[in-house]
């Protein structure tokens, strides 16, 4: 069975990436190339020209239009044949097919599956961005040598932060404090407060704590392809009430995942915080951490995965901590057997 889920809305290209320049990329096993109409809006089609095959990227914009780089054929934002150099008459089969696209949160969303199931609507909404107070880092992407289930078991496992990410986010202190997990019909949460606690690294820089803090990690998964941290460090002995929360460091770490292949994994990521507002010098470096700390990530799930190739076994032992991730798992195998049925 594939692993691909197709009626989702999925981050295709951060929205700076896609200009009048033509932008190649592979989505669930897709060729697709990206660009601007004149106007500005955002198109995309199949990078594969109806006649020879040849990827439509390799050719060059005409207008609106794009036209093949072998022999010139031109097709409109539809996918549809408007020219054939040397005859007037255009096969029924000049057609390429095209995606619906949605502008939103810088990011340029695309839909993969039946285009009439293509609901705008249905795009995650993301907490808190544009609010007064409340800033942005986003633009983040790394391409993921792992497959979509296993990073998203990954994103849904807030042990492995302790002995993976020892110099950004990881807090020996948090290792003991158990993992509590809730699921619905398309998300899955795990959650765990550790209380009196010393501050991780990063927290203690952008936060001025001075003793210990109580500090919450909410690992919320969307299915099929949404992952959304949420991160409160507040000083410690205060009540966990959503008020005080966002009195404290707050921080929405938000991952986008889009399957490139079976095996391989476009990780967009932007994260939205409450402190900062304004300084370029924090901006620059909650991004160099950020990156840092998904390039670990991808380190260690595409180690995991050459293992997993090599002997044919997902997993050998399983611990408690991996109930979040079995249930993330089990939701999107399900998802993809569903919509194949």
Same mark, same amino acid.
């Given at each position: 069975?594939?692993?691909?889920?197709?009626?989702?809305?999925?981050?295709?290209?951060?929205?700076?990436?896609?200009?009048?320049?033509?932008?190649?990329?592979?989505?669930?096993?897709?060729?697709?190339?990206?660009?601007?109409?004149?106007?500005?809006?955002?198109?995309?089609?199949?990078?594969?020209?109806?006649?020879?095959?040849?990827?439509?990227?390799?050719?060059?914009?005409?207008?609106?239009?794009?036209?093949?780089?072998?022999?010139?054929?031109?097709?409109?934002?539809?996918?549809?044949?408007?020219?054939?150099?040397?005859?007037?008459?255009?096969?029924?089969?000049?057609?390429?097919?095209?995606?619906?696209?949605?502008?939103?949160?810088?990011?340029?969303?695309?839909?993969?599956?039946?285009?009439?199931?293509?609901?705008?609507?249905?795009?995650?909404?993301?907490?808190?961005?544009?609010?007064?107070?409340?800033?942005?880092?986003?633009?983040?992407?790394?391409?993921?040598?792992?497959?979509?289930?296993?990073?998203?078991?990954?994103?849904?496992?807030?042990?492995?932060?302790?002995?993976?990410?020892?110099?950004?986010?990881?807090?020996?202190?948090?290792?003991?404090?158990? %993992?509590?997990? !809730? /699921?619905?019909?398309?998300? =899955?949460?795990?959650?765990? *407060?550790?209380?009196?606690?010393?501050? #991780?690294?990063?927290?203690?820089?952008?936060?001025?704590?001075?003793?210990?803090?109580?500090?919450?990690?909410?690992?919320?998964?969307?299915?099929?392809?949404?992952?959304?941290?949420?991160?409160?460090?507040?000083?410690?002995?205060?009540?966990?009430?959503?008020?005080?929360?966002?009195?404290?460091?707050?921080?929405?770490?938000?991952?986008?995942?889009?399957?490139?292949?079976?095996?391989?994994?476009?990780?967009?990521?932007?994260?939205?915080?409450?402190?900062?507002?304004?300084?370029?010098?924090?901006?620059?470096?909650?991004?160099?951490?950020?990156?840092?700390?998904?390039?670990?990530?991808?380190?260690?799930?595409?180690? %995991?995965?050459? !293992? /997993?190739?090599?002997?044919? =076994?997902?997993?050998?032992? *399983?611990?408690?901590?991996?109930?979040? #991730?079995?249930?993330?798992?089990?939701?999107?195998?399900?998802?993809?057997?569903?919509?194949?049925?």
């Amino acid at each position: 069975m594939s692993i691909y889920i197709k009626n989702a809305w999925y981050v295709a290209a951060w929205a700076n990436e896609v200009n009048r320049d033509l932008l190649k990329r592979r989505i669930l096993g897709e060729p697709i190339v990206l660009y601007r109409k004149n106007d500005g809006t955002p198109v995309a089609l199949i990078d594969r020209c109806a006649h020879k095959l040849l990827p439509l990227s390799m050719g060059h914009l005409a207008g609106d239009n794009l036209q093949c780089g072998y022999h010139g054929l031109e097709y409109d934002c539809s996918g549809a044949c408007v020219r054939v150099p040397g005859q007037d008459r255009i096969p029924a089969t000049a057609k390429v097919r095209s995606f619906p696209l949605v502008e939103r949160y810088n990011a340029i969303w695309i839909w993969m599956g039946d285009p009439a199931m293509a609901d705008p609507s249905k795009i995650h909404t993301v907490r808190k961005i544009g609010e007064p107070g409340w800033s942005v880092v986003d633009g983040g992407y790394q391409l993921h040598g792992g497959d979509f289930l296993n990073i998203a078991e990954n994103l849904q496992d807030p042990a492995h932060t302790t002995y993976v990410h020892v110099r950004t986010i990881g807090n020996p202190a948090t290792s003991e404090v158990p %993992v509590k997990v !809730e /699921q619905g019909d398309d998300y =899955v949460v795990a959650y765990r *407060w550790s209380n009196n606690v010393p501050p #991780p690294p990063i927290d203690k820089k952008n936060g001025n704590f001075k003793g210990l803090v109580d500090r919450c990690q909410y690992y919320n998964y969307f299915a099929p392809c949404v992952s959304r941290v949420d991160v409160v460090t507040m000083d410690a002995g205060q009540e966990h009430t959503e008020e005080n929360m966002d009195k404290g460091l707050r921080v929405y770490s938000y991952k986008f995942l889009t399957p490139e292949t079976e095996s391989t994994t476009h990780f967009f990521w932007m994260q939205v915080r409450n402190f900062g507002a304004g300084d370029a010098k924090v901006q620059a470096e909650l991004f160099a951490g950020l990156n840092q700390t998904f390039a670990e990530d991808n380190v260690i799930v595409t180690a %995991v995965q050459r !293992e /997993q190739a090599a002997t044919g =076994v997902r997993q050998q032992t *399983w611990l408690s901590i991996d109930a979040g #991730p079995s249930r993330v798992r089990k939701m999107l195998e399900d998802m993809a057997a569903a919509e194949q049925a």
